[in-house]
């Protein structure tokens, strides 16, 4: 079975810090994309940051980014500077089964603390 | 530019009753999906449309769930008779189109706010 692995369950993090959230994950797929989305108590997933899997240089969105290693089939995200709302479960996910269908991991709720 | 459109946002009902969710995608998205968020977990996809083709239902409880997107835009998630378990969010999101990736097409999926579903 395809899966995507988030082994954080939860994390905090004191404001103006950084913190680094893991996924694992496992495709079939050649070429794709990655995500990373936020949740926010309202419910709505936004996206975050997505990465290329061809591409060998990490994205980065403002303070927002990615350590991709293909080889480990690993892709974590970076919160740098972390405000309070950055307070969110956030997901990663990506695209199974041929069809660019997106599997999501079970997230990690991030806390950032004043 | 209009977003994902879901509704409604909240349904309580009992067990065994039914209930409806309707979905607008983003105008101009061919791919639309399903998803049910259990509390506490990730998302789970029931339903993949292409356009008013189904591209992958395999997730879906066929004896209780049933999903249509006659026109191709618009689509209604049904489930009767509703069980305790089906309490959840139901997501809706749209994207592109699968199948094609390009730098503008990258399999982004944009959601809705959801439905939150009780069942008592």
């Known amino acids: 079975a395809q899966t995507v692995t988030q082994s954080q369950p939860e994390m905090s993090v004191q404001e103006a810090e950084t913190v680094t959230l893991s996924c694992t994950y496992d495709t079939s797929e050649s070429n794709y994309y990655l995500f990373w989305y936020k949740q926010p108590p309202s419910r709505q997933m936004i996206l975050v940051i997505r990465q290329e899997a061809y591409k060998q240089q990490n994205a980065t969105e403002n303070r927002f980014s990615v350590n991709f290693q293909k080889a480990a089939k690993s892709f974590s995200l970076k919160i740098s500077d972390s405000q309070l709302g950055d307070t969110a479960m956030y997901f990663c996910?990506?695209?199974?089964?041929?069809?660019?269908?997106?599997?999501f991991g079970k997230g990690t709720k991030l806390t950032v603390n004043p | 530019e209009a977003g994902v459109a879901q509704s409604p946002r909240y349904k309580i009902i009992e067990k065994r009753q039914s209930v409806a969710f309707w979905c607008n995608p983003i105008s101009g998205h061919a791919t639309l999906y399903w998803y049910q968020q259990i509390l506490g977990q990730g998302p789970k996809l029931l339903i993949q449309?292409?356009?008013?083709?189904?591209?992958?239902d395999s997730q879906l409880p066929k004896d209780r769930f049933s999903a249509e997107r006659l026109k191709g835009v618009d689509s209604t998630l049904k489930i009767q008779p509703a069980k305790l378990e089906d309490s959840a969010v139901y997501l809706c999101a749209s994207s592109l189109i699968a199948g094609i990736l390009t730098d503008l097409n990258t399999g982004e999926l944009f959601f809705g706010e959801g439905s939150r579903l009780t069942v008592l």
């Open positions: 996910a990506t695209p199974q089964g041929g069809s660019e269908k997106l599997v």
């Open positions: 449309f292409q356009n008013n083709g189904v591209v992958d």
